[in-house]
């Protein structure tokens, strides 16, 4: 059963931009932490970026530090994760989680809800 829903994915040029958005109908999740994770073919699911329930204790994989920003708005019971930059290396599926612990957790095993991923694809 899907818990979330990713949107915002799609084809870019390398050092472009996208947004990607994780709504939860249906459900609050705004007591959760989420986090933002990728896997691209042939290639282990790979965290990317979290953030705390209050949106005050993010984290971030090193090969995004400084090009990614994760947010949070509890009101739309929503996530973001801005990507700017982009390099045909980010080329992935890209997923967002929730899980009831934390702050946070770089592992994908310790969350408990998944959406259904959205493709961005990076072109060189």
């Not at 818990?3 to 870019?12: I, N």
Request: with cysteine; glycine share 12%.
């Amino acid at each position: 059963q899907v818990q979330l829903v990713e949107s915002g994915g799609g084809l870019v040029q390398a050092g472009g931009s996208l947004r990607l958005s994780c709504a939860a109908p249906g459900r609050t999740f705004s007591s959760y932490a989420k986090g933002w994770f990728r896997q691209a073919p042939g290639k282990e699911r790979e965290f990317v970026a979290a953030i705390h329930w209050s949106g005050d204790i993010l984290n971030y994989a090193d090969s995004v530090k400084g090009r990614f920003t994760i947010s949070r708005d509890n009101a739309k019971n929503t996530v973001y994760l801005q990507m700017n930059s982009l390099e045909p290396e980010d080329t992935a599926v890209y997923y967002c989680a929730a899980t009831t612990g934390g702050p946070f957790y770089r592992s994908w095993r310790m969350y408990d809800f998944w959406g259904q991923g959205t493709q961005v694809t990076v072109s060189s």
